[in-house]
T-cell receptor, first 116, second 112 residues
């Protein structure tokens, strides 16, 4: 059974038209991540939530925003998609205990975004 | 800044041989490392992990070695099979806040 679910699997959006990608999890993990992955490249961390605390990477464009209304759901909003934003977007979750440290992250199957 | 990188972008091996995939990391404060396997069109899949208080950990057909002195991580796959063909990434948790950074990746190709 899928534990990290991303919808949709494929998304086509128009240049400049706002788009939202969604992620849900059944693991009750406290950390959720969004990554951007382009062809033949490693996943690039955009931001992550540690509980309700939002952590933005310094090089993540302002065009990318995120919301986490509750533990189970996290959204990636792209305010004005450009052609360069076409990529696979991966959501992941993990359980992190500050004293004990980190644990493995579980990934969804990704949403492949096409910008036309 | 923090970075995790790989020495070899591609690796081709014969079925049945052992494979070794390498990774270098730069954040000496990192205390947790993970190897992921990613097949085409899918999300990364956990293979094995290791904490910084260990230098070796074994799983089924896989072994991860950690050398903190030179900040080097390796993944060894025994008796490589065609189903092992994929891209392999190392990832690094550099802080207690859960931040997870990926290395460059190595594409493993297994010849029958």
């Amino acid at each position: 059974d899928a534990m990290v679910i991303q919808n949709p699997r494929y998304q086509v959006t128009q240049f400049g038209k706002p788009v939202t990608l969604s992620c849900s999890q059944t693991l009750n993990h406290n950390v959720m991540y969004w990554y951007q992955q382009k062809s033949s490249q490693a996943p690039k961390l955009l931001f992550h939530y540690y509980d309700k605390d939002f952590n933005n990477e310094a090089d993540t464009p302002d065009n990318f925003q995120s919301r986490r209304p509750n533990t189970s759901f996290c959204f990636l909003d792209i305010r004005s998609p450009g052609l360069g934003d076409a990529a696979m977007y991966l959501c992941a979750t993990s359980r992190v205990i500050r004293v004990g440290g980190n644990t493995e992250a579980f990934f969804g199957q990704g949403t492949r975004l096409t910008v036309v | 800044g923090e970075s995790v990188g790989l020495h070899l972008p591609t690796l081709s091996v014969q079925e049945g041989d052992n494979s070794i995939i390498n990774c270098a990391y730069s954040n000496s404060a990192s205390d947790y490392f993970i190897w992921y396997k990613q097949e085409s069109g899918k999300g990364p899949q956990f293979i094995i992990d290791i904490r910084s208080n260990m230098d070796k950990r074994q799983g089924q057909r896989v072994t991860v070695l950690l050398n903190k002195t030179v900040k080097h991580l390796s993944l060894q796959i025994a008796a490589t099979q065609p189903g092992d063909s994929a891209v392999y990434f190392c990832a690094e948790n550099g802080d207690q806040g859960g931040k997870l950074i990926f290395g460059q990746g190595t594409e493993l190709s297994v010849k029958p």
